[in-house]
């Protein structure tokens, strides 16, 4: 038993999860240790350009956000 850390995987983005660690002695288990910790935020793509405006046109390009990004959502309005 001379592991003294483990990575856990699959936990959700910006969540607070719950920990407790307990060392078993035989069938017997100690007193737990507790912690929170909390998982960060995704990471959102890198910078917004816009170029190539005309009239009633812009072109938007932008560096990729890490990770397995599925799809983008961009969202637009006059102000």
Do not use: C
């Not at 483990?6 to 240790?33: I, R």
């Not at 170029?51 to 072109?59: A, L, P, Y």
């Amino acid at each position: 038993a001379g592991t003294t850390d483990v990575q856990l995987t699959k936990l959700l983005p910006n969540t607070a999860y719950s920990l407790s660690l307990f060392a078993l002695y035989g069938e017997s288990a100690s007193e737990p240790l507790t912690k929170q910790g909390v998982t960060l935020p995704m990471p959102p793509a890198g910078e917004l350009r816009v170029r190539d405006v005309t009239h009633s046109t812009m072109v938007l390009h932008w560096d990729a956000a890490p990770g397995p990004v599925r799809s983008y959502i961009i969202t637009y309005q006059p102000e």
